[in-house]
């Protein structure tokens, strides 16, 4: 994406806050999170949980290559009616994705690579977010939100080191350049994305 980004993001991690809020806010000894910090978390709370009761039914009815399908078929669309829903573009990213349709921008690798270092220094994955208000070129800004997501049991059938045959034949041929395996429990999988212009 924009290089402009990258000076953006790591003026914010030098201070340790993202470059929200604005002064008027900022500046109240106590302020409330922004409405967009808020409404980030419940998105990527809500995304999160309804692609994993979706995963679970479709493996409790037929098992991890059945959970496949829901995966490559569902994700994208419940990304794409949760983004008109909520007015935020809603999406998720790894430094080893499986579809490259969910490859990260430079933003989204830097925080990404963050995160791995949060996280090495012994942050909770499950507490690991940022977020930037970012200026393109013509002057637009947008809010950018992103939340880690940890590697749970639940994931290691398709996304673990031990992969059934079954379940490996299905997603080389859906995903012949697969990079999303070889996770362990606790492992940083990746994070959602969550984008919403602001004017
Ligand atoms: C039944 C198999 C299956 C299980 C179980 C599974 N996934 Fe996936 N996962 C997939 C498939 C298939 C994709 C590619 C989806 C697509 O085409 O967008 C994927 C994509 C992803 C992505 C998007 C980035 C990328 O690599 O393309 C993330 C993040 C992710 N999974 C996290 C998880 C987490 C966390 C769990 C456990 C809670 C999990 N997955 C469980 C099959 C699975």
Redesign the pocket.
């Known amino acids: 994406m924009r290089p402009a980004l990258i000076p953006a993001l790591s003026a914010a991690l030098t201070v340790g806050i993202a470059l929200i809020p604005p002064p008027s806010v900022a500046a109240k000894p106590n302020p409330n999170a922004p409405s967009e910090i808020i409404d980030s978390r419940s998105a990527a709370q809500k995304f999160g949980a309804t692609l994993?009761e979706a995963?679970q039914q479709a493996?409790q009815s037929g098992g991890?290559v059945n959970?496949?399908a829901v995966?490559?078929d569902k994700?994208?669309q419940i990304a794409a009616e949760l983004s008109q829903q909520l007015g935020m573009l809603v999406g998720?990213?790894?430094l080893?994705?499986?579809?490259p349709?969910?490859a990260p921008d430079n933003w989204e690798l830097a925080v990404l690579k963050q995160f791995d270092a949060r996280k090495a220094q012994g942050e909770p994955v499950d507490k690991l977010e940022f977020f930037a208000v970012i200026d393109d070129d013509q002057g637009q800004k947008t809010f950018r939100y992103m939340k880690a997501?940890?590697?749970?049991a639940?994931?290691l059938?398709?996304?673990g080191e031990n992969i059934s045959p079954e379940?490996d034949a299905k997603?080389k041929a859906?995903?012949p350049n697969d990079a999303?395996r070889g996770f362990r429990e606790g492992d940083l999988?990746?994070a959602f994305t969550l984008a919403k212009p602001l004017q």
């Open positions: 994993k995963l493996m991890a959970g496949i995966c490559h994700a994208g998720r990213t790894s080893k994705i499986r579809n349709a969910n997501i940890p590697t749970a639940l994931c059938g398709c996304h379940v997603l859906l995903y999303a999988r990746g």
